[in-house]
């Protein structure tokens, strides 16, 4: 299972965009192969960007293709999923696919509930 960030879906869905290139075949590969979970609040984000960035009919397309995933999971970022999230001291050394790229680093209360809205997919 796979959480991508908001970011990552942007520079997906806009060719536009320098980053694009590198996200392309990734994400592409994502899409084919593996099990994603996203919470509403990355769902948001998403369509935000598309309606500003596109024309009507374009961004209902875009939003349509990503909320219509077959292998994607949406789940809701509930004040449960908040807390826990708040209460989560920051946490080293996890593998996160956020802002492009695979990497340990260090999480903040953001990625803290993006793992938070993983595990409670996962239970």
Do not use: Q
């Amino acid at each position: 299972m796979i959480f991508v960030d908001a970011n990552i879906w942007c520079y997906y869905f806009d060719r536009r965009l320098p980053e694009h290139e590198h996200v392309r075949e990734l994400m592409r590969k994502i899409i084919k192969s593996e099990e994603i979970v996203c919470n509403t609040i990355v769902v948001m984000e998403v369509a935000h960007y598309l309606v500003r960035h596109f024309k009507g009919a374009d961004a209902r397309r875009k939003i349509g293709y990503f909320v219509n995933l077959r292998n994607m999971n949406i789940v809701d970022f509930d004040r449960s999923v908040m807390t826990e999230a708040l209460e989560s001291p920051r946490e080293t050394s996890r593998i996160c696919l956020h802002r492009g790229f695979r990497r340990k680093r260090r999480r903040g209360n953001s990625d803290v509930g993006v793992i938070k809205t993983e595990e409670n997919n996962l239970t």
